[in-house]
């Protein structure tokens, strides 16, 4: 998380999340395309837009009913977007315009949502219906418009993209997911639960392989996958854990026994590894022949790209969020002393993690005070029959505190969205007032923290009281090892003096982070997974605000710690 302090813990070890894959895109300009027939890949895909007019959103520009149609604000510049769902060849786009057309628009093409690549601009559009031919390899696929021809917005009846190479999506396939795999060794203990093959084939980077330690972590080391027929292949990508192989080779396989290499190196840097490769066979297979340390070999995932092959149908990734549509709201304006509303919000009870000293009540400290506000509120009061870590002010191991602890599951959990709360924090010595989400999988599928996810949207700790933090954490990385940032207040302001922002955007490609509207962490999804490890938030999560007391980031309360403490909100909203 930072080097300041040690971080929350919110459970023990093992086990998985879901998620999904990141894409890479590959624009190739040809002069000539092959004769295949155009196959149309964009109907009924998600589809988002920068704006839109009343009910003329962006998903009816692909529902293939040419009555329907997306309008746009009536403005420059405005965009619509269409997600493929997987890695796809464009040969044609065709555009059927209603009146309120493009006179300068862009087609981009993209891998991964954020970086854009240009296939057709034009200044001189003519409406109607524009069939144009392009040439590029992605997953999103956006029309940017830069001057409307009328007073009005953009509006399209269909935004229809075809795939050209005579088959989808792209003749790029994702072929080892779900297919069978076998290795040199496997770990299994309490280490690396399961760590088996098949693990490196689910698409979920929060399960890995791992070579055996009795007797696999040596060299050489292989992880191989069967594709069920004969394939083309050309891409491989790897994910790592930190025992990656620093030379290795890969090889193609018909049978399984005599196999071919279609790329080798002595200079693997792990983390994540996106190869091009060309080669045909069943089989592929990863041979390592150096490890990177004293540990074996490991991989988070092992995919294999293409065509041909027996592919397994993946999951569908969750649609892209527009941030228009308001999904959760509470502004806490009961009457003062009322509960939080129990539509929306489960009490934890109990001792908390990570050494806290505190005992979260049932409702007890958590109300509305009926000035708009919901209150969680630590108390210095003992809670005959428990058991906490000792405290340093009475030298007891009773709980000496009480405070409250809420969150959303089974009320409400989502995948992507603007999360935004309008809080002030607890201040003090031994105060760790935090709003931040957990994977739903921790209670769906009894799936232990780090590998489920956690998003921390603020974090605050008496004893820094002009900082807050955001982080993320996962299997990979983790603890004081968390993917995040601080920010500071201006001047050394403290936090708890008055009401802030906090917010995150969450989408497929990354996060940001922001305090009373300015940005103060941005997560890239492809620069973490290439410097970090796995991304492992495209699934659902469920909202949490707790304050806690002691603990091993803030410490304990101290002769100068005052209570009770008030963490305040305001609201807390959820668009997607």
Known sequence: MHARGTPRLRGPLAVMAVVALLLTLSVALAPERAAAAPVLVSQGKPATAS?????????????????????????????????????????????????AYAKGYRIELSADGQRWTTLHSTATGTGGTETLTVSGTGRYIRLVGTERATPWGYSLYEFQVYSTTGGGPGGDVLLSYGRTGSASTSQHD??????????????????RWATSPEGGWTDPGWIAVDLGA???????????????????????????????????????????????????????????????????YSLWEFQVWGSGGAPVPAPPLPPEPTYDRLVFSDEFNGPAGAAPDPAKWVPETGTGPNNELEYYTDNRNAAQDGNGNLVLEARREPTPGSSCPRDPLSGSTTCQYTSARLNTYGKFQFT????????????????????????ADYFDQGR?????????????????????????????????????????????????????????????????????????????????????????????????????????????????TRFPQKLSVDYIKVWQ
């Open 230 to 296: 004969p394939a083309t292949i050309n891409r491989v990508v790897l994910q790592w854990d930190p025992a990656y192989a620093r030379a290795y080779r890969i090889e193609v396989s018909d049978n399984g026994t005599d196999w071919r290499t279609i790329h080798q190196t002595t200079t693997g840097t792990g983390f994540k590894e996106t190869l091009n490769v060309s080669g045909t066979g069943r089989h592929v297979r990863l041979y390592a022949t150096q490890r990177s340390g004293e540990y074996g």
């Open 416 to 439: 992507y969205g603007r999360v935004e709360a309008r809080i002030k924090v607890s201040g003090t010595q031994g105060l760790w007032p935090a709003f931040w989400m957990l994977g």
């Open 190 to 207: 309490s280490t690396c639960w399961q760590c088996t093959p098949d693990k490196a084939f689910d698409r979920d980077p929060a399960s």
């Open 51 to 99: 704006s839109a007019e009343g009910p003329f959103a962006a998903p009816n520009a692909v529902d293939g009913d040419p009555g329907t149609r997306w309008s746009s604000a009536f403005s420059d510049d405005q965009w619509i977007r269409i997600d493929l769902g997987a890695s796809t060849s464009v040969g044609q786009v065709v555009l059927n315009w209603e009146a």
């Open 448 to 560: 232990p923290w780090p590998y489920t996810g956690e998003i921390d949207i603020m974090e605050h700790v008496g004893k820094e009281p002009n900082t807050t933090y955001s982080t993320l954490h996962a299997p990979a990385y983790h603890g004081a090892a968390g993917y995040g940032a601080p920010y500071s207040l201006p001047g050394g302001a403290d936090f708890a003096d008055a009401f802030h922002t906090f917010a995150v955007d969450w989408n497929s490609t990354g996060m940001t982070f922001r305090v009373d509207g300015q940005v103060t962490h941005r997560v890239d999804r492809e620069e973490l997974e290439r410097t970090r490890g796995p991304w492992v938030f495209d699934h659902d999560f469920f909202l949490i605000l707790n304050n806690a007391v002691g603990g091993d980031w803030p410490g304990p309360p101290d002769t100068t």
